[in-house]
Antibody
Framework: QLQLQESGPGLVKPSETLPLTCTVSGFSINSDYYWGWVRQPPGKGLEYIGSVYHTGNTFYNPSLKSRVTISVDTSKNQVSLKLNSVTAADTAVYYC?????????????WGQGILVTASS | SYELTQPPSVSVSPGQTASVTCSGDKLGNRYVCWYQQKPGQSPVLVLYQDVKRPSGIPERFSGSNSGNTATLTISGTQPMDEADYYCQAWDSSTVVFGGGTKLTVL
């Protein structure tokens, strides 16, 4: 049974870097899927952050691309997100999800999400 | 950048048919998927490739996509269907989400 679990700090200071990890269990990252990050500010809608393939190939939301790095560690079956120079606007629940990206594009498995607050 | 527009809210009576729309330029030329999200929970995929239902999604969920509008239809809406619904498409190598529609069943 595929499961995704986000982990990382629940509180990040403004201007610092937010690091998150998604651990995938029950399924190999070395497969024909991308692994993505989506966030949701409190009371607001979903926002795409980016995705990574096991080869390291990535897609990013253009509005966040300058501050985001998404990488993969196949030996640990993990995907990582780093968001630089955070502000209060980056306060959100961050989800990782498995993504189909060949011909059709959708997220079929989601983690439970992790709330990250950017505050001093 | 590409935009998807959804009505903020839709209301439906139990047992009736609910329609949630998603509009975008020539959206019918792209595949659309839909997610359901209940309070405090992660999104759940309910439709992909415009009309396909993942395993476990009830048959009352159906979809269409033509012209500039994709539609999620819920037939025989049940109280458990009350949730936020998001459409999603792919454009210029990035994911685009609609703003979400709150479906109220009353």
């Amino acid at each position: 049974q595929l499961q995704l679990q986000e982990s990382g700090p629940g509180l990040v200071k403004p201007s610092e870097t937010l690091p998150l990890t998604c651990t995938v269990s029950g399924f190999s990252i070395n497969s024909d899927y991308y692994w993505g990050w989506v966030r949701q500010p409190p009371g607001k809608g979903l926002e795409y952050i980016g995705s990574v393939y096991h080869t390291g190939n990535t897609f990013y939301n253009p509005s966040l691309k300058s501050r985001v790095t998404i990488s993969v560690d196949t030996s640990k079956n993990q995907v990582s997100l780093k968001l630089n120079s955070v502000t209060a606007a980056d306060t959100a629940v961050y989800y990782c999800a498995r993504q189909h990206v060949f011909t059709v594009y959708y997220f079929d498995y989601w983690g439970q999400g992790i709330l990250v607050t950017a505050s001093s | 950048s590409y935009e998807l527009t959804q009505p903020p809210s839709v209301s439906v009576s139990p047992g009736q048919t609910a329609s949630v729309t998603c509009s975008g330029d020539k959206l019918g030329n792209r595949y659309v998927c839909w997610y359901q999200q209940k309070p405090g929970q992660s999104p759940v995929l309910v439709l992909y490739q415009d009309v396909k239902r993942p395993s476990g999604i009830p048959e009352r969920f159906s979809g269409s996509n033509s012209g500039n509008t994709a539609t999620l239809t819920i037939s025989g809406t049940q109280p458990m269907d009350e949730a936020d619904y998001y459409c999603q498409a792919w454009d210029s190598s990035t994911v685009v989400f609609g703003g979400g529609t709150k479906l109220t069943v009353l």
